[in-house]
């Protein structure tokens, strides 16, 4: 699946521009540690945190998106360094187990 | 990636001398108890949680053990006497992203091994990247022009603690 055909599907909101990638599965964690040993290319990161070393996480696995959940707010200085990364933060004012059902649902 | 590690980065600071220095314990919670090591008393400054791992050939089995490292980190661009900074500059228009691998106070001759370990862990890391174009360069920290001076970002777990529940509406 693209991304710009999940973001529509779940109605999530991208805080930056659409870097549209393919994406092959989800990881789920608040720990850019978990995230550098475990998550896989191309997935999205579902997450409640919105520091920098989110993004320097998730460029260094390749991440397709990240997901900030329950609406968090994410600064200016994680969205530039986003999209110098070319990473899309997208958010959502659902709960984290909630947006996982969701992207299970739709085939994640 | 294999026998990953999860512990704390610790930075300690011994109140005799001044010096600081930070080491991983694969430990579940950080160590804080100060301890006397020479001349020197070692006392708990803080710690963040982090990983450390080794890398194995998927094809032959060797392994390149990478202890030393403490962590990775990004450049903020702090200044151009910083060769990391120059480096990341002149990558980033390349599509190139550059990590420097910290680790502990390196010698001569740990500066040649970690080099040598460092390529295979940009390797490890530009094997997987799906984007096409992209890749990644981990370079050693010691490119770092002064340390204390870095407002660099280090690749941790910050911020754990700051996630507060949503106050409950009955």
Redesign the interface.
Known sequence: MRLAELKDKLSLKSLNDVYDKDVEGAFVSDMVSDVMAGAKPASVWVTTQTHKNVVAAANLVDIAAVIVTRGRPVSDETLEMASRAELTILTTDLDTYSLVGKLHAAGV | ?TD?R?GFIVVEKCYHCNDERSYFAAEHVPPKEEYREGEHFWDYMGSS???Q?NLKCGECGAVVELGELLG?M?CAGCTDECDLNVLSRIC?SQRI?V?AALTYNPDEQMKAHMAEKLAVLSQY?ND????EG?K?LVVPGWLVHDVDMCHG????????FE?EP?PQTT
Do not use: A, C, H
């Not at chain 2, 997987?128 to 984007?131: A, D, G, L, S, V």
């Not at chain 2, 970002?153 to 754990?160: E, T």
């Open positions: 990636m990953v999860y949680q982090s990983v791992f990775l990004t980033e992203w990590y890391f997987r990247i799906r984007t992209k990644i970002s280090v690749l941790r777990d910050v911020g754990m996630v949503e």
